[in-house]
T-cell receptor, first 113, second 117 residues
Framework: DTEVTQTPKHLVMGMTNKKSLKCEQH?????MYWYKQKAKKPPELMFV???????INESVPSRFSPECPNSSLLNLHLHALQPEDSALYLC????????????FGEGSRLTVL | AQKVTQAQTEISVVEKEDVTLDCVYE???????LFWYKQPPSGELVFLIR??????QNEISGRYSWNFQKSTSSFNFTITASQVVDSAVYFC??????????????FGTGTKLQVIP
């Protein structure tokens, strides 16, 4: 069983909807990540939080809004998405050092109609 | 800039055959870290191994083995006696240390392995 839990596993939304993806980990990791993965492509980094502060925003459109309420939780708020935003959204966490491996959740598969 | 190349897009083998997945990387950093991740159809990426740039010792874990060669900038992954459960997409990845306490990972494009029973 993965130690990074993502909900929901599947989400279908219209372009005018507002929805959120949630991620939770209880491994004491202080870095958390959002990745976007399109079919047959590698994961693409979107955001990184380190010690609950946004450290990296890879020029992601503002219709994606991350939030880190505490060290265990990471949210991704979605608003006015486009059909091309349909993808698998992966959350990951890592230990506070910069050299450890990433622990991934199973992802939230998003379809935008 | 860092780059990871996995030239093999898809590989099919018959069960019990050995298979090697190739990975070539580029980096200007003297200290870096190499990883292999497995992504089964369920979607979750599963960590398999990490290698530090200063440790070229090869590693074996059960049916899995890894060959790290700095001279050729390669970090190849071999599965011995493949099984159907090995069917997945495998990603090679590279990162360098930073002061921010997080990983900035460059993933290869992945190799899809299909093991046929």
């Amino acid at each position: 069983d993965t130690e990074v839990t993502q909900t929901p596993k599947h989400l279908v939304m219209g372009m005018t909807n507002k929805k959120s993806l949630k991620c939770e980990q209880h491994m004491g990791h202080r870095a958390m990540y959002w990745y976007k993965q399109k079919a047959k492509k590698p994961p693409e980094l979107m955001f990184v939080y380190s010690y609950e502060k946004l450290s990296i925003n890879e020029s992601v459109p503002s219709r994606f809004s991350p939030e880190c309420p505490n060290s265990s939780l990471l949210n991704l708020h979605l608003h006015a998405l486009q059909p091309e935003d349909s993808a698998l959204y992966l959350c990951a966490s890592s230990h506070r050092t910069s050299t450890g491996e990433l622990f991934f959740g199973e992802g939230s598969r998003l379809t935008v109609l | 800039a860092q780059k990871v190349t996995q030239a093999q897009t898809e590989i099919s083998v018959v069960e019990k055959e050995d298979v090697t997945l190739d990975c070539v990387y580029e980096t200007r950093d003297t200290t870096y870290y190499l990883f292999w991740y497995k992504q089964p159809p369920s979607g979750e990426l599963v960590f398999l191994i990490r290698r530090n740039s200063f440790d070229e010792q090869n590693e074996i874990s059960g049916r899995y083995s890894w060959n790290f060669q700095k001279s050729t900038s390669s970090f190849n992954f071999t599965i011995t006696a493949s099984q159907v459960v090995d069917s997945a997409v495998y990603f090679c990845a590279l990162s360098s240390s930073n002061s921010g306490g997080y990983q900035k990972v460059t993933f290869g494009t992945g190799t899809k392995l299909q093991v046929i029973p």
